[in-house]
Each structure stands twice: as structure tokens, then as C-alpha cells.
């Protein structure tokens, strides 16, 4: 998978950059109480109905910053405000559109693409092992992130017969930021490694979430409701 590779490419290049500084900060074990940074990853978002996939997966970057805190040597606070996509590719339009929609007369609607761009703020706890030394801390992770869906556009695949034997394929855009819920809420879990120079640090986590908010606004007799799903890996570079 695209995400695995690029976790293993990630996971040798912070440990590459960071060396000289794991090494002069390898007796203290270092780390600081606080810091804070930048946060660059890819997610891979499906849409879900009870947890089954009902589109194919839509990939999106992880952009933002993040502050953390240490309560513990092995525990710590995150908090992150990031910019992310929610969505998915060859979807029922039927999720998005009732079936006397207008949309339906520019011809047969075959699929729908729908993507949400979303300011999101995911808070977790990072558990790492307490006995465990040294400026390289692997940790497991668990929170929950509220997402504020800002734009939502679904790019629509029509095919009309031209009342012809050659049928004419088009695609046409559509915003429907009114057809979902502005803000939606999340559980989050992952996994990752953080490395502590003693100037800055540098964390790599792998994250999967789980949407446990209806995205539609209106829940429709015709087709279930969908929620939004991620899998993806993010790197945090911090003071």
C-alpha cells in the first residue's frame, strides 16, 4: 500500500536527520515538557455505511501545526489543528441527491466523487512504555477529532445518449456544502515513534479514524447514511 511505503520512507528519513542530535542527547534521554511544530502527512478517506465500505478511497494531505505536552516522561497531551479532505471516489449519488433531484435530467447520473475540504482539530493521549529510556520512544495513541467541514464539491459523471447510438460522457462540478453537517466528530487510534534531538524532534505516526457522525444533514428513506473514515500516516516536526 502507497501508505505503508511512504511510513517507511518517513520513518528512515527522520531517523537520518535527527542522528547527531539522538547521539548528544542519548544519556538524559531527551525531549522537553512542551513543543510544538508543524504536521505534513497523507490520508486515504473512504466513506463508510456501519463501518462498510460504500466508496473507493480519496487521497488528501495533512497540513497544519500541533502543540504537545509531557504529563509524564511516558505520557503526553497532543493537540492539532490541521487542514485535511474528507470524502470519497464512485459514490451512489443517491447519498448525496434525492431521486426527483434536477441533477438527475442532465442525463444518467453514473457516480459521484465527493470531497469535503475540513479545518480539523484532533486531541489525543500518547502512551508510550514507562520503563522505556532514550531519545527514541515509540507510542501508541488515542483521542478523538472534531472536524469543521468548510466546502463540500461533488464532481458528478454523466453519461446522456444524445438520442444517438454514440453516447456523450461529461463531467460536471457541483457544490453541495449544504447537503452535509458542518462539523462532524471522529475516534482516533495509532501508532508511532517519536525521536528527541536536543535542539527539536521529529515523530512519525501512523492513525486510522473512525467517523462517528452522520455526514448527511438529512437522513433520507432511500439510502443510508454514510460516514467518513481515514487510514493514513502523518510527520510532526517540533521545537
Known amino acids: 500500500m502507497k501508505i505503508i511505503k511512504l511510513t517507511n520512507t518517513l520513518l528512515i528519513c527522520c531517523a537520518i536527520l535527527l542522528l547527531p542530535e539522538l547521539k ?94 475540513c479545518l480539523e482539530i484532533p486531541i489525543s493521549a500518547k502512551v508510550g512504555l514507562p520503563d522505556f529510556s532514550g531519545p527514541v520512544k515509540p507510542f501508541l495513541s488515542a483521542g478523538f477529532s472534531l472536524a469543521f467541514n468548510i466546502k463540500a464539491n461533488a464532481k458528478n459523471y454523466f453519461i446522456d445518449d444524445n438520442n444517438t447510438s454514440l453516447p456523450y460522457y461529461y463531467t460536471a462540478n457541483d457544490n453541495v456544502t449544504s447537503k452535509v453537517k458542518a462539523a462532524t466528530m471522529s475516534f482516533i487510534t495509532g501508532a508511532g515513534v517519536q525521536f528527541n534531538g536536543s535542539q527539536f524532534n521529529c515523530s512519525i505516526e501512523v492513525f486510522y479514524k473512525i467517523g462517528m457522525t452522520d455526514i448527511n444533514v438529512e437522513s433520507k428513506t432511500y439510502a443510508p447514511d454514510f460516514r467518513a473514515n481515514a487510514f493514513g500516516v502523518k510527520v510532526g516536526i517540533g521545537l
Open 24 to 117: 548528544l542527547n542519548a544519556q538524559d534521554g531527551g525531549g522537553k515538557p512542551l513543543s510544538y511544530g508543524v504536521r505534513l502527512g497523507l490520508s486515504e478517506s473512504a466513506l463508510t455505511f456501519d463501518n462498510q465500505p460504500t466508496s473507493f478511497q480519496n487521497f488528501a494531505p495533512v497540513i497544519g501545526g500541533f502543540a504537545q505536552y509531557s504529563v509524564l516522561p511516558w505520557v503526553a497531551a497532543s493537540v492539532e489543528v490541521v487542514y485535511t479532505q474528507h470524502g470519497g471516489n464512485n459514490l451512489n449519488p443517491l447519498l448525496l441527491y434525492s431521486p426527483n433531484s434536477s441533477v438527475f435530467d442532465n442525463g444518467y447520473l453514473r457516480q459521484t466523487d465527493l470531497k469535503i475540504h
